[in-house]
């Protein structure tokens, strides 16, 4: 097995996770242009994923109708459940708790379906946000949190893993919390998805 970020690398490595306690989340930071394609390798396998959206990403309008339409399909088509990649230093001198509700409730509307996870774009950048503010009821997905105690947190982002592919770890850990950001993923070169 060859260790890339080629989307027949990701499915050998649900195809691996099957037998693992496995939880997968996405952030989706730039266009969705496989995460129809990661969405449905997933749902073949039997995986329900999350998927979070940015409502300030620079290089797409997740408001679009040509977005909206990729992330209604994620959960309507697919089963995943979608949920808000909040970014906090759009906010740092405003009350955090309304904005996390403003934008969960824009999601909800657009979207049709409710809101109950969030995580933190760029957490290193923005610092992690008082667990306080979080909606009552909403899960918080970042490296701070409550949630992530007892897992082991790996992570694709900058297009690289901090302590070596997946599928490396299968096996050797009783939980997994995998975060993986869809842009990276391709299916013959890198290239394809700028």
């Known amino acids: 097995m060859v260790c890339n970020f080629s989307l027949s690398h990701y499915q050998e490595c649900l195809?691996?996770?099957?037998?693992?306690r496995i939880e997968i989340v996405h952030?989706?930071?730039?266009?969705?242009?496989?995460?129809?394609?990661?969405?449905?390798?997933?749902?073949?396998?039997?995986?329900?994923?999350?998927?979070?959206?940015?409502l300030h990403?620079?290089?797409?309008?997740?408001?679009?109708?040509?977005?909206?339409?990729?992330?209604?399909?994620?959960?309507?088509?697919?089963?995943?459940e979608l949920g808000l990649h909040f970014e906090p230093f759009f906010y740092q001198n405003g009350d955090m708790q309304a904005a996390i509700?403003?934008?969960?409730?824009?999601?909800?509307?657009?979207?049709?379906q409710p809101i109950s996870y969030m995580s933190i774009h760029s957490p290193l950048k923005a610092g992690g946000i008082?667990?306080?503010?979080?909606?009552p009821g909403m899960r918080y997905y970042c490296h701070d949190s409550e949630y992530?105690?007892?897992?082991?947190?790996l992570s694709d982002s900058g297009g690289r893993w901090r302590e070596g592919c997946v599928c490396g770890h299968l096996g050797k850990h009783e939980q997994i919390l995998l975060?993986?950001?869809?842009n990276w993923w391709y299916r013959e070169t890198p290239s394809e998805n700028y």
């Open 15 to 20: 195809v691996l996770a099957k037998s693992q």
């Open 27 to 54: 952030d989706v930071d730039f266009p969705p242009n496989n995460v129809l394609q990661i969405a449905e390798m997933e749902h073949a396998l039997g995986y329900r994923t999350k998927y979070f959206i940015r």
């Open 57 to 80: 990403a620079k290089l797409y309008n997740a408001l679009s109708e040509e977005h909206l339409a990729i992330f209604k399909l994620l959960a309507e088509r697919y089963g995943h």
């Open 101 to 112: 509700r403003q934008e969960a409730l824009l999601l909800e509307k657009v979207l049709g």
């Open 130 to 135: 008082d667990a306080r503010v979080v909606l």
């Open 148 to 153: 992530y105690k007892g897992k082991k947190y």
């Open 179 to 182: 975060l993986t950001h869809p």
